[in-house]
C-alpha cells in the first residue's frame, strides 16, 4: 500500500471549516484513500472513502486531486467533539477483506 | 446505529495465562478483524477474516494467537500465553464488504502483569 504524509497536528477554531491534507504521492490507480478517525483511545470511526472523484457524506467531504497524489479533508463546521487523530490511509481494493495500515495522523484540535 | 460490541472492556491477566476477548461484530456484515494498540503507539492489524477462515494475518498474529466465530455471532481472539508485551488495547471490527469502511468496536484493554 501507499506510503501517506500528514501534518502531526492542527488547529482550528470551532464552527469553522476543518481542511486536513495528506500527501500520497506513490499511489497507484487501484488504490483507494480512506479516512478514519480515533477520538482518545476510542475505537477508529470510519469517515470517508474515495478513488479519483470526490465525495461527500453527512460527515466530511474529501477531495482528491486530479493526479490523484494528494487529497483532503473538509469537516464543514467543527465542533469541539471533532477533536481526535485522524488518518488518511491508502489501500487497494480487495475482495477478502485487506489490512487497514494506520499511520501517525494528524492531532486536530478544534478550539472554541 | 449497529454497534460493533467488546467485551470485557478492561481485563487483567498473570502472565503465561490464557485470555480470550470476544467481540460480537453487527450482525449482517461477513468480514471482521482484530486490531491492537499499544499505549501511545500506532493502531496495528492482527488478522482479517472470511467465510470462516483466516484471509490475511500479520507478522504479529503468531502461534499463540487464534481467532474463532464459534456461532453466528460472536467472533473471538484467544491469547494462548500473554506476555507483558501483549498488554495494549485490542479492538474488534466488522465490514459488509471487503472495500467498505470498517466499523470499530470500543475496545478491551488488556494488562498483562
Known amino acids: 500500500d501507499a506510503k501517506t504524509t500528514q501534518p502531526p497536528s492542527m488547529d482550528c477554531a470551532e464552527g469553522r471549516a476543518a481542511n486536513l491534507p495528506c500527501n500520497h504521492s506513490t499511489i497507484s490507480g487501484n488504490e483507494y484513500v480512506y479516512w478514519y478517525r480515533q477520538i482518545h483511545s476510542q475505537g477508529p470511526q470510519y469517515i470517508i472513502h474515495?478513488?479519483?472523484n470526490n465525495e461527500t457524506n453527512e460527515m466530511a467531504s474529501l477531495i482528491i486531486t486530479e493526479d490523484r497524489k494528494s487529497s483532503t479533508l473538509i469537516l464543514p463546521h467543527a465542533t469541539l467533539r471533532d477533536t481526535a487523530v485522524y488518518y488518511c490511509i491508502v489501500r487497494v481494493l480487495e475482495t477478502s477483506g485487506s489490512r487497514l495500515t494506520f499511520g501517525e495522523g494528524t492531532q486536530l484540535t478544534v478550539n472554541p | 446505529e449497529p454497534e460493533v460490541t467488546q467485551t470485557p472492556s478492561h481485563q487483567v491477566t498473570q502472565m503465561g495465562q490464557e485470555v480470550i476477548l470476544r467481540c460480537v461484530p453487527i450482525s449482517n456484515h461477513l468480514y471482521f478483524y482484530w486490531y491492537r494498540q499499544i499505549l501511545g503507539q500506532k493502531v496495528e492489524f492482527l488478522v482479517s477474516f472470511y467465510n470462516n477462515e483466516i484471509s490475511e494475518k500479520s507478522e504479529i498474529f503468531d502461534d499463540q494467537f487464534s481467532v474463532e466465530r464459534p456461532d453466528g455471532s460472536n467472533f473471538t481472539l484467544k491469547i494462548r500465553s500473554t506476555k507483558l508485551e501483549d498488554s495494549a488495547m485490542y479492538f474488534c471490527a466488522s465490514s459488509l464488504t471487503g472495500a467498505g469502511g470498517y466499523t470499530f468496536g470500543s475496545g478491551t484493554r488488556l494488562t498483562v502483569v
Open positions: 474515495g478513488l479519483k
